[in-house]
């Protein structure tokens, strides 16, 4: 038996993402530029060779969301130009922002004095970016706020590289937050900071087209893949294949039940093969009576529930029954991440940060 097929593989295509970057830089409207949202290790994909194959393809502005990130990202990539924190200057040591040259999002006053009191102790403008609030509701200064900030001292004390904002529904091209939020962004970042670069447009933002581009696009899922509308026509090019081996194989021979809580009937002469994979690896536990694996080019559907380490395919469709040893697809030609988000309820982003946390990446 040839047991380089028996490891599971998670296997990570970076000329895809700099492919889907390339192509995301291709739609952009003139005068904007693309930078790479890698927080979460990159979606889950490994930040450290994510943002080295973007850098090389010529990506010069990376987003992250702790700091940690941050410090991690710029040993990969010491000659960005630019790694944002989109969290901002908190929870660590403000040192490290200069250290490891991290220029953090401002999302709160309190961020804005922080920054300004650094800045004044420095004896130079910092350089910073800004987050606004547009109706998300989530991170960024709000009108009121930034209309207090306006004029202030603490903004002079800035360098004040970037004002963005963050769409709730860039997903619905038809949904009417999308102008409502990009009419009040465009109000507020002229009012408050006139020659700022802006901001507002993560992968499905930058597909409701140029009017949302500005100076700079923050796209995240796109490059790895995950369709940013969720359904319909992706269209970026996949990234991530996964496939885990046939651990065992058994011909049922007596009516009985299949895993934990006995919820699924098996019949002499199905077969079943169990496989090595589960919600410890991100498999998520709502894909019991679900999911699907695919195995040598047919679709053989998950049988009782998923455990923490293994699932139970049944394979009695299958003409030539598998071996051990055997792969199967998780993630891959036949299903996309984003068909398995479906099949658990969720969305691509997701699968992908949940997914394999066991599994060693094999980058192509
Ligand atoms: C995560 C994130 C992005 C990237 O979003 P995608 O939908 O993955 O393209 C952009 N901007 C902000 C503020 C984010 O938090």
């Known amino acids: 038996m040839d047991l380089t097929l028996t490891l599971p593989e998670l296997r990570?295509?970076?000329?895809?993402?700099?492919?889907?970057?390339?192509?995301?830089?291709?739609?952009?409207?003139?005068?904007?530029?693309?930078?790479?949202?890698?927080?979460?290790?990159?979606?889950?994909?490994?930040?450290?060779?994510?943002?080295?194959?973007?850098?090389?393809?010529?990506?010069?502005?990376?987003?992250?969301?702790?700091?940690?990130e941050g410090i991690s990202l710029r040993s990969a990539v010491p000659e960005a130009d630019v790694i944002y924190v989109l969290h901002g200057p908190k929870n660590i040591d403000i040192k490290e922002f200069f250290a490891h040259a991290l220029t953090p999002v401002l999302c709160t006053p309190g961020d804005v004095a922080l920054w300004a009191a650094e800045a004044r102790k420095a004896d130079r403008r910092l350089p910073a970016a800004l987050h606004i609030d547009t109706g998300m509701n989530r991170l960024g200064l709000s009108a009121a706020e930034v209309e207090r900030l306006t004029g202030h001292a603490d903004l002079a004390a800035l360098d004040l590289r970037l004002v963005m904002s963050h769409l709730a529904c860039g997903d619905e091209p038809d949904h009417p937050m999308n102008g409502a939020q990009r009419e009040q962004f465009e109000g507020l970042a002229a009012r408050l900071a006139p020659r700022a670069a802006r901001s507002l447009a993560n992968s499905a933002g930058i597909l409701l087209g140029s009017a949302y581009h500005y100076e700079m696009v923050r796209p995240g899922c796109a490059l790895y893949g995950i369709n940013p509308r969720g359904a319909g026509e992706n269209p970026f090019a996949p990234v991530v294949t996964l496939t885990v081996p046939v651990l065992q194989l058994r011909d049922v021979e007596t009516t009985g039940t299949v895993g934990y809580g006995g919820t699924a009937a098996v019949r002499p002469g199905q077969r079943l093969a169990t496989l090595g994979l589960g919600y410890a690896d991100g498999y998520a536990r709502a894909l019991t009576g679900r999911g699907a694996v695919w195995i040598d080019g047919r679709k053989c559907p998950l049988i009782g529930r998923v455990s923490m380490d293994s699932v139970v395919a049944d394979v009695s469709g299958l003409e030539t029954p598998p071996r051990e040893g055997d792969p199967a697809e998780i993630i891959g030609p036949h299903q996309s991440a984003d068909d398995v988000a479906a099949q658990a309820g969720t969305n691509g982003y997701e699968v992908l940060t949940s997914l394999g946390k066991r599994y060693k990446r094999v980058y192509a």
């Not at 003139?30 to 080295?52: E, F």
């Not at 973007?54 to 010069?60: E, P, R, T």
């Open 12 to 68: 990570i295509d970076l000329g895809a993402v700099l492919r889907n970057y390339l192509a995301l830089k291709k739609r952009l409207a003139k005068g904007a530029d693309a930078a790479a949202v890698v927080k979460a290790d990159a979606y889950g994909l490994g930040a450290l060779p994510v943002a080295r194959a973007l850098s090389d393809g010529g990506c010069k502005a990376f987003f992250v969301a702790t700091p940690e």
